[in-house]
């Protein structure tokens, strides 16, 4: 059988490379390794304008979408004011994801959000953020290190009957961390997961139970290779696949 083919959102930064320092379209290597590890073709969907509003032109071409980490989601998105603590958003990219998230909910695409792209999940759903937990919580257990997973790896704890139980397995669950943004208020039809174990009880997963397979994980997967949370993705995307390729 064909791989399934995962669209893999880029992110929109500067970037060095050679002679060149320009704009570029681009994501971390270890999100495609994984995907190809799990048995997926990894395609590079960049933001473009005309998907925004035609995303079933990109959608109908895959298995699976995978949002991916990166820069803080704009405020604007949530109708809040930035925090003081709320960087490098690019309203581009988020209305660009908002688009594919939404569209991909309604044809029932296998999606899966990592980090960011858990927040852009619940934000695509009318949820908010918390913009700063450090403020919130008074503790930096969710980024210990910027720019680096040392010292990052907590507990979250999976909630029974889940999604993400059937995926990681009931009780703790070790994870890669790296963010200072949270799920506020919790978006429309989604339901929690998992929560963390560092006594805070932040939402850690989030998930919609009317559709095959949404979820979000707040942690880093694709830093962790012992972690099922790609393969179990790559599953739902493999499943998608084989419908709709057999010939009726």
């Known amino acids: 059988m064909e791989r ?31 995907v190809n590890s799990a048995g997926g073709l990894a395609v590079l969907l960049a933001p473009d304008a005309r998907l925004v509003a035609e995303p079933d032109e990109a959608l109908a071409l895959l298995d699976g979408l995978l949002l991916a ?13 930035p925090h003081a603590e709320t960087h490098d958003s690019v309203p581009e990219r988020d209305a660009f994801e908002i688009a594919l998230t939404r569209a991909a909910i309604e044809r029932d695409l296998p999606l899966l959000g990592i980090c960011r ?3 852009l999940i619940n934000v695509a759903l ?17 980024r210990r290190v ?11 704890e999976v909630l029974d009957g889940t999604l993400a ?10 994870t890669k961390s790296h963010h200072h943004q949270g799920v506020q208020r919790i978006g ?19 998930e919609l139970p009317d559709r095959s397979f949404v979820l979000g994980v707040q942690w880093h997967p694709e830093a962790d290779p012992s972690s099922p949370v790609i393969d179990g993705f790559l599953e739902a995307a493999r499943a998608h696949a084989h419908a709709r390729r057999v010939v009726p």
């Not at 910027?146 to 979250?156: L, N, P, Q, R």
């Open 69 to 81: 980490g990166g820069a803080d989601i704009d405020p604007a998105s949530y109708g809040q004011t």
């Open 117 to 119: 792209g858990m927040q």
């Open 126 to 142: 009318g949820g908010t953020l918390e913009q700063h937990l450090p403020e919130h919580f008074g503790h930096e257990e969710h």
């Open 188 to 206: 429309e039809g989604l339901r929690v997961g998992a929560r963390s174990a560092v006594g805070d009880d932040l939402v850690e997963a989030i």
């Open 4 to 34: 399934p083919v995962i669209g893999l959102c880029t992110a929109l930064e500067r970037a060095r490379w050679s002679v060149w320092d320009q704009q570029a379209a681009m994501l971390p290597r270890n999100y495609v390794e994984e």
């Open 165 to 174: 139980s059937s995926v990681i397995g009931g009780g703790r669950h070790a």
């Open 146 to 156: 910027t720019g680096s997973f040392d010292g990052s790896d907590h507990d979250v």
